[in-house]
C-alpha cells in the first residue's frame, strides 16, 4: 500500500457494526445446516450469531434446540428463557 492510502482505504471499507448483521445471517445459515446434519457445530454457529446480534431470537431458540439434543437441559433452558423473554412471539 502507498503511503497515505492506508487512511482512505479505511474510510471508504464498511464499518464492522454495518457487517455484522451479513455475518450474523451466514452464520445462522451454517448453523441451520449443521442442525439438519446432526452436527454438534451448530452450537458454536448460533453462539456466533448471537454475539454478533443478540437480538436474533431464532438463534437462542435454535440453540438451546442443540442444547436438548446433548442433554444440556440448564442451558437449554435458559436459552429459551432467553428467546422468550427478547421476543414474546416466540
Known amino acids: 500500500m502507498v503511503k497515505g ?8 471499507s464498511p464499518k464492522p457494526s454495518l457487517l455484522a448483521p451479513i455475518f450474523a445471517d451466514a452464520f445462522y445459515a451454517r448453523g441451520n445446516a449443521y ?13 456466533s450469531v448471537i454475539a454478533l446480534n443478540p437480538g436474533n431470537t431464532d438463534a437462542y431458540s435454535d440453540r438451546g434446540d442443540t442444547h436438548l439434543k446433548r ?15 427478547r421476543d414474546a412471539r416466540v
Do not use: C, P, V
Open 5 to 12: 492510502q492506508d487512511k482512505k482505504a479505511i474510510s471508504i
Open 35 to 47: 442442525n439438519h446434519w446432526g452436527s454438534m457445530r451448530s452450537h458454536r454457529r448460533y453462539s
Open 71 to 85: 442433554g444440556a437441559y440448564n442451558e437449554a433452558l435458559a436459552d429459551f428463557t432467553q428467546a422468550l423473554e
